[in-house]
């Protein structure tokens, strides 16, 4: 069966033999000015529908919509959709922005591309106008209270109070270190409110949300003289709500990301300058094949900016790829990179061979089952896998799907069997996970300081390279590598609480609530980490772990890495952990300690009896009487 975007990509081949010749539409021609003042969200509209009903007709050869160059395009409030500019049931239009600017008001998101397979847009700067955040520095703590004075910055706008965000006032805000260093401090909270003071123009106090954990982060860690920055609500409860359109009770328009894509195989996003976003900036899911090039994230040059994202930076579900490279992101609310696939549980088995699964993410962003797609079963009561099964059929309804195997599973446990079992340690019901029929691959990307993992990779198989990562919250995190995974050639420098970190597919999200399975055996993949240099560096407070953790994998290669840790390091920090895994390769790596005492050694070797082990040629620079390689049972 061809995919239905690789016939649409035949067509367009055909057609250039002897079809229609390649059409560019140009914003100007359907009203768009670009004088930064005039709304030219309508203009622009038009000009994407035209360029989608002709790349649907017969031998349609390629259509763009340009924009012109230095020209600033001013995006105003749109009820319809929450993105701005949608491209709906499209093929092959490429939006060519020809280094125009993008001004989009924070009411809506800029484009959305749904079923448009072999969508590009390129070579655009976006911003939002008015920002869609604002920052000011801490002046006092309320350590009993939980609470803070905070003095807006001059030039970022105060928020109303009369708006909302969902259910919630202002959702979250991030602390950065004094003026002048751009560094986040790893710590923020969700709010509930931000009152003016009276007798204080400019100065707010800011009310963590009643959760313990956001109170007493303002009570042990917040400093005056920090810098905080927070989302700015922009909609009432009735704007927000109204914007959502849905088909077959799943939501296809949503204030998730910036720039959103849905079931577009074999798109492209190149050449972006993003400068600031409502929530994620690049949101995708059921589109293979993605290509993210060329795309920066970050503050917008010349001014004071604290943020240049409110949550992750490029955030997706894909069963084959992304490849993201050449990319620089910093100053986020939330992740990088976070790519991968979360999984279904077994609600009730029909049949030997036939179940219904619930998907188990947040609703904006299913993760679509298709037929051919292969389900690794894994219970987590015994944290063992029940093995493979391709589907052979799929009926969706909404975020559930009635599928049919290629062969009967036995051992699965549905969720009415577990009901009440869903606390951390609990069994739960038995999860399907689609297993990747490409790796996802990020290489020769920067990361620079921001409140969480610089890669989270999840349920797949990944190929990170040639990555730099400077003070950030993590470094690579991969949780669960369902196919061969190589983590080389990445330098990251100073991070926390680890550099590299890759466990066994242990975690998961089911029913909305995060819960820590055990795997009873090594899982059945080779993880390769070659050639990557850390430095693993105290900041304040925070404590350090490990500079690389592998935990729970058949097959595990450390070769050519170089581990440095700085003098003041918590002894209890651990150079290199390999827990649970089975064959071991260690080879001419690197690690020179600087600390005076170490619990347990440079190199710890955790829960492997009897597992086979090669270590040759590694140079352990090391103070008199710390261990080099230690084992525990």
């Known amino acids: 069966m061809i995919a239905p975007w690789l016939a649409a990509a035949a067509l367009l081949t055909c057609a250039a033999i002897g079809g229609a010749a390649p059409v560019t539409l140009r914003v100007a021609s359907f009203g768009a000015r670009g004088d930064g003042?005039?709304?030219?969200?309508?203009?622009?509209?038009?000009?994407?529908?035209?360029?989608?009903?002709?790349?649907?007709?017969?031998?349609?050869?390629?259509?763009?919509?340009?924009?012109?160059?230095g020209r600033r395009y001013r995006i105003g409030p749109w009820e319809e959709r929450w993105e701005a500019l949608p491209i709906i049931e499209?093929?092959?239009?490429?939006?060519?922005?020809?280094?125009?600017?993008?001004?989009?008001?924070?009411?809506?998101?800029?484009?959305?591309?749904?079923?448009?397979?072999?969508t590009t847009i390129r070579n655009l700067t976006i911003d939002y106008?008015?920002?869609?955040?604002?920052?000011?520095?801490?002046?006092?703590?309320?350590?009993?209270g939980g609470t803070f004075l905070l003095e807006l910055e001059e030039g970022y706008p105060a928020p109303d109070g009369a708006k909302w965000?969902?259910?919630?006032?202002?959702?979250?805000?991030?602390?950065?270190?004094?003026?002048?260093?751009?560094?986040?401090?790893?710590?923020?909270?969700?709010m509930s409110e931000a009152v003016a003071v009276a007798g204080r123009p400019g100065v707010l106090r800011i009310v963590p949300s009643d959760a313990a954990w956001c109170r007493d982060v303002v009570r042990t860690h917040v400093q005056p003289g920090q810098r905080f920055w927070f989302i700015l609500p922009h909609h009432t409860r009735e704007e927000w709500a109204r914007r959502f359109v849905t088909e077959e009770g799943r939501c296809v328009s949503s204030p998730t990301a910036s720039i959103q894509l849905r079931q577009s195989p074999g798109c492209r996003i190149e050449n972006i300058q993003h400068y600031s976003s409502p929530r994620i900036t690049i949101r995708f899911d059921g589109c293979d094949d993605l290509v993210v090039r060329g795309v920066r994230i970050v503050r917008r040059p010349g001014t004071t900016r604290l943020a240049a994202c409110n949550s992750d930076g490029i955030h997706g579900r894909t069963r084959?790829?992304?490849?993201?490279?050449?990319?620089?992101?910093?100053?986020l609310g939330d992740d990088s990179v976070s790519v991968g696939d979360l999984g279904h549980t077994v609600e009730e088995q029909t049949a030997p061979d036939a179940l219904k699964l619930a998907y188990t993410e947040i609703a904006w962003y299913p993760s679509l089952l298709e037929v051919g797609d292969t389900l690794l079963f894994f219970d987590q009561a015994s944290g063992v896998s029940l093995g493979e099964r391709r589907i052979i059929r799929c009926e969706r309804s909404g975020h559930q799907s009635a599928v049919r195997l290629d062969a009967p599973i036995t051992g699965v446990r549905s969720r009415a069997a577990t009901a009440g079992d869903e606390a951390p340690g609990g069994a739960g019901p038995t999860l399907a996970l689609r297993k990747p029929t490409a790796p996802a691959v990020i290489r020769n990307c920067?990361?620079?300081?921001?409140?969480?993992?610089?890669?989270?990779?999840?349920?797949?198989a990944f190929r990170v390279e040639g990555n730099r990562m400077e003070q950030t919250a993590y470094g690579i995190d991969v949780q669960g590598a369902l196919g061969d995974t190589l983590i080389r050639g990445n330098t990251i420098d100073a991070p926390w609480p680890f550099a590299i970190g890759v466990l066994g597919p242990q975690v998961f999200l089911s029913g909305n609530s995060w819960s820590a399975r055990r795997l009873a055996a090594p899982f059945p993949a080779s993880i390769t980490l070659e050639a990557n240099t850390l430095r693993?560096?105290?900041?304040?407070v925070l404590p350090l772990t490990q500079g690389v953790k592998v935990d729970?994998?058949?097959e595990v290669t450390l070769r050519r890495n170089r581990v440095t840790v700085d003098a003041g390091a918590a002894r209890t920090m651990q150079a290199v952990l390999i827990d649970r895994c089975g064959r071991l390769t260690l080879d001419r790596n690197t690690v020179d300690d600087r600390r005076p005492a170490v619990d347990g050694g440079a190199i710890t070797l955790s829960n492997m009896a009897g597992a086979p082990r090669s270590i040759t040629g590694n140079k352990l620079n090391l103070r008199p009487g710390v261990v080099g390689v230690h084992t525990t049972p």
């Open 446 to 460: 920067r990361f620079r300081s921001q409140l969480k993992e610089a890669i989270l990779a999840y349920n797949g």
């Open 37 to 69: 003042t005039a709304d030219d969200g309508p203009g622009i509209r038009a000009a994407l529908a035209k360029a989608v009903a002709l790349s649907n007709a017969p031998g349609a050869r390629g259509v763009t919509v340009a924009f012109e160059r």
């Open 129 to 144: 106008s008015p920002l869609p955040f604002t920052q000011g520095t801490v002046l006092e703590v309320d350590r009993e």
């Open 536 to 540: 693993m560096a105290p900041r304040g």
């Open 320 to 331: 084959r790829g992304p490849l993201i490279e050449d990319c620089t992101i910093e100053a």
């Open 552 to 554: 729970a994998y058949a």
């Open 90 to 118: 499209g093929h092959g239009v490429t939006v060519e922005g020809n280094g125009a600017e993008l001004a989009v008001d924070p009411k809506n998101m800029a484009f959305g591309v749904l079923r448009s397979p072999g």
């Open 165 to 190: 965000i969902g259910d919630a006032h202002y959702d979250h805000g991030c602390f950065i270190e004094p003026s002048p260093s751009p560094l986040f401090t790893h710590y923020w909270v969700y």
